[in-house]
């Protein structure tokens, strides 16, 4: 326990908490992310969460919980925009998970607090719909510099996911999602949540403790709490072939791919070009690495 921050606290899972924020999927753990959507360090921690769900998906379900952190700063002044952008600069660069910081000097995301309950809005639609609009809108963010708190920015995401427009804008609007942001919020206090990603394992048992990790780890961190937490030895599933992986996840940077088949870019690439080859995907070039684009018939 000590290669990681740690801290056990108690089962925020109380009657009252359930009713607010909906049950979860019936798998032994469940892990609460604090995340909040303009954190280039929760984007970073992506080719690690697809390794994990990969590997040990059948074992527990992932729950968002929007800290709230970014969306609370008044980021109005120049210099609080000039250190934003350095910040997804380093980030990019050690990661391997580009970002592009001119967004910061370029197109400001003026308002986060939109963008929380966009996402709150989102998951109205069920938990797998929350999860995209996640994913969809990072990449609107970090590569394509689009100003997110937009709300025609934000309806168009909507939209490319097969969302319901119409209920999508109503609950925009709507007591339902901000109240489902302070619910998140709520946890976040609960929880002592200071920092961002920080994950939260529980099991299934409702009186045992959960472990708390803030930050980014290497992948074999992750998957020694999900055996302490276990009663038994998890089973490892193998990664897919390439092409059924790229089918599911659709738009994936080298970095993911090169983590979840424990490859290095260099292999990875040389594996997607004969995809690029066969018409299969498409290479987006990003500022930092490459990204590939699934190719639907």
Same mark, same amino acid.
């Given at each position: ?28 753990? !469940? ?36 800290? &709230? ?5 008044? #980021? ?21 998970? @580009?970002?592009? &910081? ?7 995301? $003026? ?18 719909? &929350? ?8 990449? #609107? ?22 969302? $319901?427009? !119409? ?7 709507? *007591? ?7 619910? $998140? ?5 609960? #929880? !002592? ?14 009186? $045992? *403790? ?26 490892? @599933? ?7 992986? #790229? ?8 970095? *993911? ?31 930092? &690495? ?8």
């Amino acid at each position: 326990m000590a290669r990681y921050r740690v801290k056990i606290l108690n089962n925020p899972k109380s009657p009252g908490t359930k009713q607010r924020c909906r049950g979860s999927e019936k798998r032994p753990i !469940e892990i609460y992310m604090f995340i909040d959507p303009l954190c280039p360090e929760c984007w970073a921690l992506e080719p690690i969460l697809k390794k994990l769900q990969i590997e040990y998906g059948r074992y527990f379900s992932l729950k968002n919980v929007l800290s &709230g952190r970014l969306a609370n700063l008044n #980021m109005s002044k120049k210099k609080d925009y000039e250190s934003m952008a350095q910040v997804w600069e380093k980030t990019a660069s050690r990661s391997g998970m @580009s970002c592009d &910081g001119s967004l910061w000097l370029e197109n400001p995301v $003026d308002t986060p607090y939109t963008v929380s309950i966009a996402l709150k809005a989102a998951e109205l639609q069920g938990r797998r719909a &929350g999860l995209r609009f996640l994913r969809r809108i990072q990449e #609107m963010l970090f590569l394509e510099k689009q100003n997110i708190s937009n709300l025609q920015v934000l309806v168009d995401c909507a939209k490319s996911l097969g969302l $319901d427009i !119409e209920e999508f804008i109503n609950d925009i609007h709507s *007591e339902s999602a901000a109240k489902a942001f302070q619910c $998140d919020l709520k946890i976040t206090s609960e #929880m !002592e949540v200071q920092e961002i990603p920080t994950l939260v394992f529980f099991n299934e048992n409702a009186e $045992d *403790e959960g472990i708390k990790i803030t930050g980014t780890y290497p992948y074999e961190i992750y998957v020694q709490i999900l055996e302490e937490m276990l009663s038994e030895k998890p089973i490892q @599933s193998p990664p897919p072939p390439l092409e059924v992986f #790229m089918e599911f996840f659709k738009f994936v940077a080298s970095k *993911e791919i090169a983590v979840v088949y424990n490859m290095s870019i260099s292999q990875i690439e040389r594996e997607m070009k004969k995809l690029l080859l066969k018409q299969v995907v498409e290479q987006i070039p990003a500022k930092y &690495g490459t990204f590939w684009r699934y190719i639907e018939e």
